[in-house]
């Protein structure tokens, strides 16, 4: 980035008319001048959403990010309304939001339909099954995602129940499941989701809420929440369901 940065004092490199840039919440200073001098017309379409930030150098606000990016001055437009997470496992999710300490007003969904199930569990692995063989009873795409520690014993335990698994980049149509690490949920999106102890993926990383809130947003249709006694204090719930 630093000799990037040398060569566009030097010479200006070959440009674009227009650049769209998404997850641009995510982008460093540096990245962001990079970019920026590869606008020809400073004509940028600037696409993310500062909850979702889980690097280091995540935006807090969008008119640093927009200034770093060369255009201090641009409109920017707030979308409060999503139509892909419906409003159970959103609402649950928006919870988060007064601890990421972020610049953005929560987002609604449109849908009312979906389902959440929030459970306690002194018996993970039981637990575990019994939600992924309820979710396999219904039609779509299923996840279980947990922080990348976890997700070796995750394989293991659905293995030994007999539930055919995979990774991301392995071929969807050879199972239902995928098991995803926390740190690959963005940008994914999946009919269920079952969540393993949330409060791992927060230890797990710096901006470990911000993580948790990408992957309590994955799922389009039904989501449970998993845990052996302890999650993030924004999340409490009276009256835990049980798995099954």
């Not at 935006?59 to 409003?87: K, M, N």
């Not at 959440?116 to 396999?136: E, K, P």
């Not at 990774?167 to 239902?176: N, S, V």
Request: proline share 6%; with cysteine; hydrophobic share 50%.
């Amino acid at each position: 980035m630093l000799l990037d940065e040398i060569a566009g004092l030097i010479r200006h490199p070959a440009g674009f008319g227009h650049i769209v840039v998404d997850e641009a919440q995510d982008l460093s200073p540096m990245q962001c001048r990079a970019l920026a001098r590869r606008s020809r017309h400073g004509s940028l379409t600037v696409l993310g959403d500062l909850a979702q930030g889980t690097t280091p150098w995540a935006a807090g606000d969008w008119p640093r990010q927009l200034a770093h990016l060369g255009a201090p001055d641009a409109a920017g437009t707030t979308l409060t309304s999503g139509f892909r997470v419906p409003a159970a496992v959103l609402d649950f999710a928006n919870r988060l939001m007064p601890a990421l300490d972020v610049a953005v007003p929560v987002t609604r969904s449109v849908r009312g339909d979906g389902a959440l199930g929030v459970h306690q569990a002194s018996d993970l692995d039981a637990a575990l099954t019994a939600c992924v063989r309820a979710a396999l009873a219904r039609e779509g795409s299923v996840a279980v995602i947990a922080a990348a520690g976890r997700v070796a014993a995750v394989a293991t335990v659905l293995r030994s129940a007999g539930i055919a698994s995979g990774m991301p980049d392995g071929d969807p149509a050879d199972h239902r499941v995928t098991i995803v690490p926390a740190t690959l949920a963005k940008g994914l999106e999946f009919d269920h989701v079952v969540v393993v102890e949330p409060m791992e993926i927060v230890t797990a990383e710096p901006r470990g809420l911000h993580r948790l809130y990408v992957v309590l947003t994955r799922a389009v249709s039904g989501m449970d929440v998993l845990h052996g006694g302890r999650l993030p204090a924004a999340l409490h719930v009276s009256g835990d369901a049980s798995p099954g």
